[in-house]
């Protein structure tokens, strides 16, 4: 799509925001704790699991606007989850594998919404503080 439009990073952090998600509400269940969504670390190691590269804080800051305006995504207090609006796109893709799901969700969001504007910054600190949690997350092999 044009300039306005929804991008392949879109797709990417949905997808990676998407997959962060459910593992930490695993964890978290089988742990007896509460769900409370996923960090910025577990959508980064979410997006280099589906992509071999961790998004920018370009990247991620302008899909976290598009997605959350748009009613996809929420964050609170830097905690990630998929909306309700979110998950039924989701649910409703054609079936893919982990290897074309972002192919098939940026085909899925040009069809069915408009990207938002949501207000929301990602800084240099919280951005940095996030890879080297990732960072240190891969050094001790989890």
């Not at 459910?22 to 509460?34: V, Y």
């Not at 890879?131 to 989890?142: F, M």
């Amino acid at each position: 799509m044009g300039v306005g439009g929804w991008h392949w990073n879109d797709a990417w952090i949905f997808v990676s925001a998407v997959i962060a998600e459910r593992l930490e509400r695993d964890r978290a269940i089988h742990a007896a704790l509460p769900v409370a969504g996923a960090t910025l670390a577990d959508l980064l190691a979410a997006a280099d699991f589906l992509h071999h590269s961790v998004p920018s804080r370009e990247d991620i800051e302008g899909s976290v606007r598009r997605l959350s305006g748009a009613g996809l995504i929420t964050v609170d207090d830097d905690m990630f989850e998929v909306a309700p609006a979110g998950e039924q796109l989701w649910r409703t893709r054609p079936f893919s594998g982990l290897s074309s799901a972002v192919m098939t969700l940026q085909t899925q969001l040009n069809r069915s919404a408009e990207p938002g504007d949501a207000d929301w910054t990602l800084t240099d600190q919280a951005y940095a503080a996030a890879l080297r949690e990732y960072r240190l997350r891969l050094a001790d092999g989890r």
